[in-house]
């Protein structure tokens, strides 16, 4: 356990030194936050039923962590770290594989809630966020959309053949879903037919999950995206556990 | 002696590339054991089977009275690891990698102590990334003896560094063994093997070749010493092939080479003294004269047609 805790905290230092991932996980959501809080303000509005751009956004944002740091944080890491023989020297200790891999999902799960802590602060201070929702049926979602976007990471750093074609095709499948999914800017903004595409994205439904609960909304007024989202965290974990490397 | 490491007939297969075909051997408690041979030979594959990092597809191996690949859990805290290939984080400090493995062992010694003798103390502070390949073989190695571990495994440590980096190298492995650790070690450099192990194997294509002490292998082998000197005017072949211990001379350009047994006794004089000796008598002017021992390398020569670095 203590190597655990040690491990753990060692990888969080770790990605607090790495500038990109600790940019797009903490900073670039805030940044963000205050550019469109700046242009819009966060005035009610009939688009979105009477709730101001921020209120839908900070949960839309988080869906944006969530996508950052499954699909480029974990990717990049664990496909680097395989290739370089980081894993293989850890490997080489008594510290068992699935310590190495929870630590892993700690960490990147600790950032991801950093992410959106820093969110709802900022929200909150500057923007007088409004939340209708259960904070224990926000925390629930969140766990389960983080959870399932870290299994799809981990899928692509096993199949991955180099860190640099990991990163690629992180940021190739990253980049549209954070502008088709509704994560990046409102799916009010875009055209139908366009929403019919989004609706292929898994990230389309941690959006429409969050914001639902956000605004109050029931977990039965979002079976579909339950059940979306827990198939694709099954199906991930037994996928990437057969697909993961060491080296 | 006790018996640290045995392995026999054991096999493993990549695809349809055979890397280890049937080997078997033991290391002694006590001894720096050397596996040497050209890149591809097998000896990593073989490090690996034994360390319980790779599953063989054959044969049986016994470390430390344990099977590597079942009892790998109480394997793993006995053992001290230096991997061919690895690597740690760039942004993790020298202090940070030895605070962290430190708490993945049960017992360990004390770093602070450790990296004293390393020369890697002022490195504290230091990122992985920003050391120097002599620096990082020093942590590595730093991290194979935290755990105070009765055998250490050292695969192909020296590669990629300096004559400079390496010699310091040696240094402490020899050091390693002083503090009456076991060590088993690969290499494809023939000089460190010879200068370093107490035994060695050599493995060509997967298997072992030949497998005694370096002085035993040169020895056997029948492999010649060699004089090599430049003369002004006439070559005196005749008055030199008469030399006792002279086998064959050559003449390549203006050179001459004088082939003749190894000293395998101390009542000799070494062969160059005899024959400059008789060229001093004769008035035979030389120049440039070198002498080359027989070595590790002209072992591998002869057991397999090929020089070691193809």
Not at chain 1, 138 to 162: D, H, N, Q
Not at chain 2, 226 to 252: H, N, W
């Amino acid at each position: 356990m203590q190597a655990f805790i040690k491990y753990t905290w060692t990888e969080i230092k770790l990605f607090l030194r790495e500038p990109v991932g600790a940019f797009f996980t903490l900073a670039f959501p805030l940044m963000m936050l205050f550019l469109f809080g700046t242009i819009y303000g966060n005035e009610p509005t009939p688009m979105f039923n009477g709730y101001g751009s921020i209120d839908v956004s900070i949960p839309a944002y988080t869906a944006m962590i969530i996508g950052t740091t499954g699909i480029l944080g974990l990717t990049i890491t664990m496909s680097a770290y395989r290739e370089k023989g980081v894993l293989r020297r850890l490997r080489a200790t008594p510290l068992r594989p699935h310590t190495i891999l929870a630590a892993q999902v700690v960490v990147i799960f600790v950032m991801t809630v950093i992410g959106m802590a820093l969110l709802v602060l900022a929200g909150n201070l500057v923007y007088d966020l409004r939340f209708d929702g259960n904070p224990f049926d926000i925390a629930a979602a969140f766990i389960l959309c983080s959870l399932s976007f870290f299994s799809l990471g981990f899928i692509l750093a096993g199949v991955m053949p180099t860190a640099r074609t990991g990163q690629v095709v992180g940021m190739v499948i990253f980049y549209p879903m954070l502008f088709l999914s509704g994560a990046g800017l409102p799916l009010e903004l875009l055209p139908d037919n366009v929403r019919q595409f989004s609706n292929f994205l898994p990230l389309t439904h941690v959006v429409t999950l969050l914001r639902g609960l956000w605004v109050g909304e029931s977990w039965s007024q979002h079976t579909s995206e339950f059940i979306i989202l827990s198939s694709l965290l099954i199906v991930g974990a037994l996928i990437s556990s057969k697909t993961f490397r060491w080296e | 002696m006790k018996t640290i490491i045995q392995v026999n007939e054991l096999r493993k297969t990549y695809q349809k590339t055979v890397a280890v075909d049937g080997v078997s051997f033991e290391v002694m408690e006590g001894e720096i054991f050397g596996m040497v041979g050209p890149n591809g030979a097998g000896k990593t594959t073989t490090i690996e089977c034994i360390e319980g990092l790779r599953k063989p597809d054959g044969g049986a191996i016994s470390v430390l009275d344990l099977d590597p690949s079942r009892q790998e859990r109480q394997l793993r805290p006995l053992l001290g690891i230096q991997l061919q290939e690895a690597n740690l984080p760039d942004h993790l400090k020298v202090w940070e990698a030895l605070d962290l493995y430190t708490s993945f062992y049960p017992r360990t010694l004390d770093w602070e102590e450790l990296i004293v003798g390393l020369g890697l103390l002022e490195k504290r502070n230091t990122a992985f990334g920003k050391l120097s390949g002599g620096q990082k073989q020093r942590l590595f190695i730093a991290l194979a003896l935290l755990n105070d571990p009765p055998l250490v495994f050292l695969d192909e440590l020296t590669t990629g560094l300096d004559p400079q980096a390496r010699h310091a190298i040696w240094a402490l492995v020899e050091d390693v063994r002083h503090r009456g650790k076991t060590v088993f070690l690969t290499t494809h450099f023939m000089e460190e093997a010879e200068r370093l192990c107490d035994r060695v194997a050599i493995m060509d294509n997967g298997k072992i070749v030949a497998l005694d002490t370096p002085e035993n292998l040169i020895g056997s082998l029948g492999i010649e010493e060699r004089i090599i000197f430049k003369v002004d005017g006439a070559y005196p072949i005749e008055i030199l092939s008469k030399v006792p211990r002279v086998t064959r001379i050559e003449t390549m350009q203006d050179e001459i080479v004088i082939y003749g047994r190894a000293n395998d006794s101390d009542d000799h004089p070494p062969l160059v003294t005899d024959i400059v000796t008789i060229m001093a008598a004769e008035g035979i002017r030389f120049i440039d004269l070198r002498t080359e021992q027989p070595n590790l390398e002209d072992v591998f020569l002869t057991l397999t047609g090929r020089q070691m670095r193809s």
